[in-house]
């Protein structure tokens, strides 16, 4: 699911044909439209007998204490929040905390998971939010989930009462230990004439045909079958090592024997990377990496230091692109709902396809945030079907419309080339953005990032 629209659309039909539980797991969930009004819907299958739980990470939540524990007075709707600070009513106070406790609160929960009924599952890079839905004003994100049934869900669904056990997933209902059933009714009020204020931004999800089980008959003709395995990051760490999932992708993986192509919108390697990179390529396997150019890029501190291994990746033999902030109407139309327009489209797919067959999909990123701090989790799927599809796909991303093939001329200097011509100077969106990048440069952040 590449397609923002459908992504939303998805998660709201589960939602809404859930019999008997629901469990989400992210990393953001964003108190905008498209979050209050997933919200509401999951509040609305509580009400009718659904089992409920919400795992989010704390670190950009901005829910207040007395809601989240309001909302756990709900017999049926649950929420724990993932390595909670202690001091959450002021903000510096926050900030102060966060340097003291650094190494404790500086590991946060990447994840993003959508499971219901233990049937059918929502894997990828999305987070709850406008952005990942079509609707933000600010820009749109290019993005990628994967639905799935089959025994991997049964996988998945133990992955999820992992992290909702582990010590570190602090329960809501002890955030504020006054709130009551009230608290939550005041809740729903205001979250439902938030909504009402909402409705022409959010016209396309409000029309009939949105959630509806038409979409789930249409499954069997759509899906490809293949074998997937569902790996994760340890939630917590266990006599100082932790299992990491790119451990776990280096051991499931087959050696790629054509293709290899890894598309993520950070892109900082990290120690030993680029020498397998470069003996891969040196095995004759062709390697293309998608990244967002600073144009296309949300977190411009991440591009600035990035930039710096431009050289060292053209090195290793791989092929290099930057995806264009500007892509072709198709590619916009499908990051874009109306009746929003964005200035903007900003990667955020995480995958990895290699020779067609194989892939990962899933919440990792390529930069020191993912690989050694954060925990993570996806899909591996061995399915020719749908990496294939995903190759092909991967293929338009590459294409000179959407993306900017970076190169060393014969005078060794870095060019920029796409369907708009050839450039000497990294393309952003502003000269702004450009200062903005030349200071981030300067600040020694880079394995933070």
Known sequence: ??????????????????????????????????????????????????RVRMLV?????????????????????????????????????????????FKELNRRMHNKLFVVDNHMAIVGGRNIGDAYF??????????????????VVEEISHAFDEYWNTELAYPGSTMFDKATIDDLADLRSRVSDYLKT???????????????????????RIMAIGEAHFIQDDPVMVDGEQLRLIDMLDHIADPSQSELTFVTPYLIPVKGSLEELAQTAARGVEVNMLTGSMGANNHTAAHSHYKKYRRSILATGANLYEFRHDPAPKI???????????????????????????????????????LDINTENGLYIDSPGLCGQLAREFETLLAPDNAWRVYL????????????????????????????????????IESQL
């Not at 290019?142 to 025994?151: A, N, T």
Request: proline fraction near 4%; glycine fraction near 6%.
């Open 332 to 370: 916009q139309a499908t990051s874009n709902v109306e009746p929003i327009e964005a200035p903007f489209i900003s990667l955020h797919t995480k995958a990895i396809v290699a020779d067609g067959k194989r892939c990962f999909v899933g919440s990792l990123n390529l930069d020191p945030r993912a």
């Open 1 to 50: 699911m590449s397609d923002n629209q459908a992504a939303y659309e998805w998660r709201l039909t589960l939602v809404d044909q859930a019999v008997q539980s629901i469990d989400v797991q992210y990393f953001i969930w964003q108190n905008d439209a498209t979050g209050l009004m997933l919200f509401e819907r999951l509040l609305q299958a509580a009400d009718r007998g659904v």
């Open 134 to 151: 079509g609707l933000s004003n600010k820009y749109n994100f290019r993005d990628l989930d994967v639905l799935v049934v089959g025994s």
């Open 198 to 220: 909402q409705k022409d931004r959010l016209t396309t999800y409000l029309e009939p045909s949105s959630g509806s089980i038409d979409a789930l008959e249409q499954l069997p």
């Open 57 to 101: 990470d704390d670190f950009v939540f901005a829910a207040k204490d007395r809601n989240i524990a309001a909302i756990t007075r709900h017999p049926n709707f649950d929420i724990k929040i993932y390595n909670p600070g202690r001091v959450r009513d002021s903000t510096l106070g926050g900030i102060g905390e966060f340097i003291l406790y």
């Open 409 to 444: 001329n014969n005078d060794n200097a870095l060019r920029w080339e796409s369907s708009s011509g050839t450039t000497s100077i990294q393309p952003a969106r502003s000269f702004w953005q450009r200062i903005a990048d030349f200071f981030f440069r300067l600040l020694p």
